[in-house]
């Protein structure tokens, strides 16, 4: 007897074998993705026994092949649970990657500032100036002479980095002393 699929209209068959090969890609991405995070963020994330143990056994595959292999076989077992227990990890991730994008912004915007502290000094310092009143200027001035003797004499970027070390404790100190400001205007002066 020949079955069609309709014998009976209101039979649920389940999800498609694409849409099945769909899910299971994703969590082959995913999987993909905690072998990708550092041990301590993975520590973080709350995943079931056996996948971690799975995570730890395909770290320690170096050959290309048996770790692709082994890949495979961290997503079958992570198939092997509900969707929901990795929903958290997923939002997790997400909120990782946002903020990394975020991060990565705010380095390259440090990197531009720097580069134009070294070709237009003056400007660039002006900006720098009006932007955090607290810097050190003569500090700033000597550390980007320093970068541009270095970069003639083709010495090493000692300097250079410096300088990106400066503005990023100045960006970070402004960002730290946002709430600081916030609370003495709340508070009564006595």
Do not use: C, W
Not at 12 to 30: E, F, H, K, N, S
């Amino acid at each position: 007897m020949n079955r069609t699929y309709t014998d009976n209209p209101e039979h649920d068959y389940g999800p498609t074998r694409t849409q099945q090969r769909r899910d299971a890609l994703a969590v082959l991405a995913l999987a993909n993705q905690l072998m990708e995070l550092p041990p301590s963020k993975l520590a973080k994330l709350e995943l079931p026994e056996d996948v971690l143990r799975e995570i730890a056994q395909t770290r320690r595959i170096t050959a290309h092949i048996a770790r692709k292999r082994q890949l495979a076989f961290l997503a079958k077992v992570m198939r092997r649970h509900d969707q929901e227990v990795f929903d958290g990890v997923r939002a997790a991730l997400g909120e990782n990657r946002e903020r990394q994008r975020q991060e990565t912004a705010a380095m390259h915007r440090m990197e531009a500032l720097r580069d134009r502290l070294l070709a237009d000094t003056d400007t660039a310092m002006g900006e720098l100036i009006e932007q955090y009143p607290g810097i050190d200027r003569q500090h700033l001035r000597s550390l980007v002479r320093q970068a541009k003797a270095e970069r003639d004499a083709n010495k090493p970027p000692r300097a250079y980095r410096e300088i990106f070390q400066l503005l990023k404790e100045l960006a970070s100190g402004v960002e730290g002393d946002a709430p600081d400001q916030a609370s003495d205007a709340e508070e009564p002066a006595p």
